[in-house]
């Protein structure tokens, strides 16, 4: 079955510790993004990709850190440099369309998300 | 910049019909989405509008005027699993040639019986 994977579902980390949160998609999509959801909050893109070895920073990049090597992985690492960590992470992907009618263009399809903890 | 306001909750009883308002303003507006999302899971697409309109899809539908920057999400028959959180999102061109999607606030539904 294709999808996106995120893992681990919870996570738990001390203060002043870099974690790295991970996203996996078989979709064969070429754009991946990933997404941070507070209460109220809706979501906030931090960072996103539309190609390999290429990413472009989203509105609350500052204290994040990505890449993207192969096509079908984008793992995030919040750093200690992050002020607020604890939130839910959520991971998108989607095609490079071209069309505007079709709705797949940039239809995004999310991972389950990972809640991060910061203790 | 994008601006995307939608009520924060809203309530409706089971069998009704209720819509849900998003308005927008955007720089370079190419399209608009809906997505449902059910607490602690991940948004799932809804519905998709482009051009001026309504698009239908079974007991969902989805209104856009462009010229006002005006979307509505209209539920029908409304069923107890339609509690959730619906998400307005625009595509926005972007200067990089590159295009995202700005999410609103969302819209917090509860179906009482």
């Known amino acids: 079955d294709g999808g996106i994977t995120q893992s681990p579902k919870y996570l738990f980390r001390k203060e002043g510790q870099n974690v790295t949160l991970s996203c996996e998609q078989n979709?064969?999509?070429?754009?991946m993004y990933w997404y941070r959801q507070d209460p109220g909050q809706g979501l906030r893109l931090i960072y996103y990709?539309?190609?390999?070895?290429?990413?472009q920073k989203g509105d609350i990049a500052e204290g994040y850190s990505v890449s993207r090597e192969k096509k079908e992985s984008f793992p995030l690492t919040v750093t200690s440099a992050q002020k607020n960590p604890t939130a839910f992470y959520l991971c998108?992907?989607?095609?490079?369309?071209?069309?505007?009618?079709?709705?797949?263009?940039?239809?995004?399809?999310f991972g389950p998300g990972t809640r991060l903890t910061v203790l | 910049g994008q601006n995307i306001d939608q009520p924060t909750e809203m309530t409706a009883t089971e069998g009704a019909i209720v819509q849900i308002n998003c308005t927008y303003q955007?720089?370079?507006?190419?399209?608009l989405f809906w997505y449902q999302q059910h607490a602690g899971e991940a948004p799932t697409f809804l519905s998709y509008?482009?051009?001026?309109g309504l698009e239908e899809k079974g007991r969902f539908s989805s209104f856009l005027s462009r010229s006002k920057g005006y979307s509505y999400l209209l539920l029908k028959e409304l069923q107890m699993k339609d509690s959730a959180s619906y998400l307005c999102a625009v595509r926005d061109k972007g200067n990089s040639g590159y295009s995202t999607l700005t999410f609103g606030k969302g819209t917090m539904l509860l179906v009482s019986p």
């Open positions: 998108a992907s989607s095609i490079f369309g071209t069309s505007e009618l079709d709705a797949t263009y940039n239809e995004q399809f």
């Open positions: 990709s539309q190609i390999v070895n290429d990413f």
């Open positions: 955007t720089s370079g507006f190419n399209g």
């Open positions: 979709l064969n999509h070429d754009a």
């Open positions: 509008n482009v051009l001026d």
